[in-house]
């Protein structure tokens, strides 16, 4: 199993930055890939970014590009998220999750940190 704990989330104006993590324990040994989603209130979980664990290869949604950028730390099993340029419909739940070598489809989620952008 692995256990994931996001943080970073809160209340920050359009325009600024925010910086979320994601720290992972557990049988981190197992991680094929990290990535970030997130959930808008009323609407359907979104994909954001991911990024493979050992190759350091980060993929990003096509709608989300330049603003957005996913990053590792592989020392503290910690990924970044940091969002630039922030506007109101960024408002969401962030959700940190992980996928396993054996099936590189996201089996674990973390709680979810809510960015709330005022305008």
């Known amino acids: 199993q692995v256990q994931l704990v996001e943080s970073g989330g809160g209340l920050v104006q359009a325009g600024g930055s925010r910086r979320l993590s994601c720290a992972a324990s557990?049988?981190?040994?197992?991680?094929?890939?990290m990535g970030w989603f997130r959930q808008a209130p009323g609407k359907g979980r979104q994909f954001v970014a991911q990024i493979t664990w050992s190759e350091e290869i980060a993929y990003y949604a096509d709608s989300l590009k330049g603003r957005f950028t996913i990053s590792r730390d592989n020392a503290k099993n910690t990924i970044y998220l940091q969002i630039n340029s922030l506007k109101p419909e960024d408002t969401a739940v962030y959700y940190c999750?992980?996928?396993?070598?054996?099936?590189?489809?996201?089996?674990?989620w973390g709680q979810g940190t809510q960015v709330t952008v005022s305008s």
């Open positions: 557990g049988r981190t040994f197992s991680i094929y890939a």
């Open positions: 999750a992980a996928a396993s070598t054996s099936t590189r489809s996201f089996d674990y």
